[in-house]
């Protein structure tokens, strides 16, 4: 018999109890969809967390009081002006803060090559804002230099940026972002700019309305924020402590290790640090992608895996069945073996219909997959991994080879004789 007729034969067999080849072909489907889906969840959970930390760029810095834990922070520090550290320095105990002076030395172009621009920044909590009756808890409200939007990356939608005018004149001025200017005044929130809100009782002119960002980050509502210079703040909401931070805006993001050692340096030199543990903590979002890239991608392997498990048990559920489908059909094998037929023409036919089970379940599954792995969920995209298909498809492919030679081979080993006899 020539491959032809013995396809002819295995598509015959398949098809004679389509109820049975449609169940045992389910257990396939449901592993191969299973893994594309999940792998598709893994990757786009993975792309949604970069793109959302990528806004907080890949060649900035943010420095804040106090020594590093060791803890992985998923988003930029807090930054709280009512933060107060204290850090041993082996002789005495000082209260572990940065200054406006800290944030003016690391503008030294010899001491800091790498270091593009630097924003002092304070913050101020609980500020509400309230504008015509309409009144909204503000999550941030930054008190900054106009270089702040540049290292954030950030841009005004509505209106204008705040300038060095602003800044040096103690302009109660601010930027808002589009959640605060939604709350108070609805629609797009550009009908905020030009007008008076009050920040905590006082009185800021809305001046732009910043670009959106976002609210799916792990740092939470990236939108709902305010920001204003950093003397008027000083003067209205926070008075002339420390710094809650200083935001540092690398000159390339290869330059992102060498400028936090220039600026380990510096600082660890103006708060005489010497050998001891730095009273400060350089926080980089590299590394925050890094470690987002690492976990995202061992949780995508091991939804992979669990997938997986369940195309194992499809390929038991073929052999299951095929083995069956000896037992039933000894006969038609010992007639078949009686008029000519030879080993490899029987082994050839039963491990065809494994592998045409295995492979209609394969393709039914990788269409449910990747329709399913194309939706959004949970608030984000989910991504199907070309890979994940091919794999899938290959994987079934080797079950039914796999699982199918053993039924194959044990009716290919079946006597004529002892076949034909049987019931």
Do not use: C, W
């Given at each position: ?40 969840v ?5 792309a ?34 009512e ?8 002789t ?65 939608q ?12 103690r ?15 609805g ?35 990236q ?79 091991m ?22 489908t ?12 009686a ?85």
């Amino acid at each position: 018999m020539n491959l032809v007729q013995i396809l002819q034969f295995a598509v015959r067999g398949v098809a004679a109890n389509k109820l049975r080849s449609a169940l045992t072909m389910s257990g396939i489907i449901i592993g191969v969809a299973s893994v594309i889906i999940l792998v598709a969840v893994g990757t786009g959970a993975s792309a949604a967390a970069t793109e959302s930390l990528s806004s907080l760029g890949s060649n900035t810095l943010t420095i804040t009081p106090g020594a590093d834990d060791g803890a992985i922070q998923f988003g930029p520090p807090a930054e709280s002006a009512e933060t107060d550290p204290e850090t041993d320095s082996g002789t005495d105990v000082r209260a572990a803060q940065l200054t406006l002076q800290d944030a003016e030395a690391l503008l030294d172009p010899e001491l800091a090559p790498d270091v593009a621009s630097v924003a002092p920044v304070v913050t101020a909590n609980g500020v509400t804002a309230t504008y015509r009756g309409e009144s909204h808890q503000v999550a941030s409200m930054v008190g900054s230099t106009p270089s702040y939007l540049v290292i954030s990356d950030d841009t005004v939608q509505a209106g204008a940026a705040l300038t060095e005018t602003d800044h040096t004149a103690r302009t109660r001025a601010a930027l808002v972002g589009v959640t605060v200017a939604r709350n108070l005044v609805g629609g797009d929130g550009s009908a905020l700019v030009g007008e008076v809100v009050q920040l905590s009782g006082v009185s800021y002119q809305v001046v732009g309305v910043l670009t959106e960002k976002g609210s799916d980050g792990p740092g939470g509502d990236q939108d709902d924020r305010v920001v204003a210079p950093l003397t008027a703040v000083q003067d209205t909401l926070t008075g002339y402590g420390p710094l809650s931070s200083i935001s540092v805006k690398v000159s390339a993001p290869e330059a992102v290790d060498a400028a936090t050692a220039q600026v380990t340096a510096i600082l660890g030199t103006r708060h005489r640090i010497g050998t001891g543990t730095p009273d400060f903590t350089i926080f980089s979002a590299t590394q925050i992608l890094e470690a987002v890239g690492e976990i995202t991608g061992l949780l995508t392997v091991m939804l992979g895996a669990i997938a997986g498990i369940s195309l194992v048990v499809g390929g038991i559920g073929v052999m299951n069945i095929m083995l069956v489908t000896v037992t039933e059909r000894t006969r038609e094998i010992g007639i078949r073996k009686a008029v000519g037929a030879q080993r490899s023409d029987v082994v050839g036919q039963f491990l065809l219909e494994a592998v045409i089970l295995s492979i209609s379940g394969g393709l039914i599954g990788i269409a449910i997959g990747v329709a399913v792995g194309s939706l959004e969920v949970a608030g984000f995209q989910l991504i199907v991994a070309p890979a994940s298909v091919v794999l899938a498809f290959v994987v079934s492919v080797a079950i039914g080879l796999f699982f199918g030679i053993y039924p194959a081979n044990k009716a290919a080993k079946l006597r004529p004789i002892d076949a034909l006899r049987h019931e």
